[in-house]
């Protein structure tokens, strides 16, 4: 079965992240920047399935030049080859544009049976992007799956929820976005890394995939980022000290904040 | 300033910019080993240490032999077949992490595997090296005795010939990995001069008793191995070493990767007390604010990228081919001195958490003692250099 895995390079969620005083983007060059930990979760479950049922994985990615690294990343962990949408034009893209360039890109592709993503990033957290490429692709959308199998010709997860765990099953082909539970990632092996070198990566632009650079990027986004701010430094909480009352000192404090 | 007029900004972690060197891919090995340390050994080492043991050890020789760790500088034979400069990062890496940990993979990669690789027979190759790149057999090397360090070529073990078998006697000391090894590789007397034997653990005769009592290097294993009447046939003889050409071809192998090992338990110590000095505050601001401080970082930053530079030129004449013994024992003489200068330092900054294994300051210090007398003592590479120089060699007549 041929298998997409949708990775993303993000910062590093160890360096200071910030986003530029002119646009509100995000500033790529104040972090280091690392294959997100959830795409590497959703490479791993690609690869195990492939080892499973035989077949190919594929590594999508927009993102700048420099995202290349994450792709080589995923590329030394096993994944076959990989499409690198690269274009000026996408700088300051939304989630919508996102999903749109990349089913476009996806759609490049021959005969995929399923599509894996994490369920959301680390940097932007919309969580949005995975259901909307499937909708996009009119492709059943499996998400925050904590196990998945697949036989080759439907695939059958455990979605978990804040309302509780659910079986949801579909025919191929379909997407599954996978949360931090569904594996223990695989450190790419010294093999790995040297056959990396020689995997194919094809580059494509916006027009490549099939859009116009007037649909993607900042100018065009359907949503818009009007200012941001930095988040305030956590403040000293509250100390209860308990003289008999300290029960009922913290439910005061939890209505008050209206927790309770 | 490059073409673009930007400058790269000033790393403290790596002040020189020496990761500019190594290529994507040595980084991308630099990061697998990194993490695997992170995930399986960091957070526990420190307790290790304490109670003086390494547990799971073949679970964790399983995870470095997935990686490709175990004889990753070998051809063949399911090894990864990396560069010299490579498998320096990778101990690099691991000595950051504890210079025990890279003890079970020099002795299994540099010693057991490389003398199989390189003066065993075909069959001795297919038999043990890809079940010892895997992780699947863990291998030891016995050749310092009880009495005879430096100077192994006055060594009392001893191997007769009786029919077409050996029989070995004698004792090893200070063995690595000698009572978790499934086979070792003994170096002993012979009518023909020195030679070398592949020993599976199980052979009646043979028993490798574990050395406590040790306050170094208490997150390995380190073993004195009994040779008792052990009979083995001739083809457990390495058919290609007569002499002791063949074990020190081993030493200097593993001594290699010290040199790199080395600056990574230094480097592990500096990070810690630059760490430590910025978030403790003395006299109304952080320690780090103090000229006493500041020197002493300055000092350090200073010794261990000297050592990574030398560590780095070392590497890459011998893969260039060019690399000599007496070039080794300069590298090894004058990274491991450093790294203990290094350790002592950070000690000293960090205050009495100096001493706590809250921190991996005093274990890589204690480790370093280990370090710096194994593999050939500081003194005994001070006489190869000197020998070199003055073409009078000073340790034997």
Redesign the interface.
Known sequence: MNIVVLVKQVPDTWSERKLSDADHTLDRASADAVLDEINERAVEEALLAKEAQGGEVTVVCMGPERAN?AI??AL?MGADSAVHVSDEALHGSDAVQTARTLAAAIGTLESVDLVIAGNESTDGRAGAVPAMVAELLGWPQLTYARKLDTDGQSVSIERESDAGVATVEANLPALVSVTEKINEP??????G??AA?KKPVSTLSVADVGLSADEVGLGSAPTQVVSSAPAPPKEAGVKVTDEGEGGVQIVEFLSGQKLV | MNASGTRPEFDPYDPLGIDGELS??QL??R??VR??CRDHVTPYVGDWFERGELPGIRDLARELG????LG?HLQGYGC?G?SAV?YGVACEELEACDSGLRSLVSVQGSLAMFAIWRWGSEEHKQQWLPKMAAGEAIGCFGLTEPDHGSDPASMRTWARRDGSDWVLNGRKMWITNGSVADVAVVWARTDEGVRGFVVPTDTPGFSAPEITQKLSLRASVTSELVLDEVRVPDEAALPEAVGLRGPLSCLNEARYGIVWGATGAARNCLEAALDYSRSREQFGKPIAGFQLTQSKLADMAVRVNNGRLLALHLGRRKDAGTLLPQQVSFGKLDNVRGALEVARTARTVLGANGISLEYPVIRHMTNLESVLTYEGTGEMHALTIGQAMTGIPAFRD
């Not at chain 1, 695989?186 to 093999?191: A, G, I, L, M, V």
């Not at chain 2, 997935?66 to 760790?69: A, E, I, N, S």
């Open positions: 690294e080589r990343k030394s695989r450190y790419p092996s010294f093999k890394i040297m070198k | 994507t891919e991308a090995i990061d697998s993490a695997l997935k990686l490709g760790v990753m990864a990396m490579d």
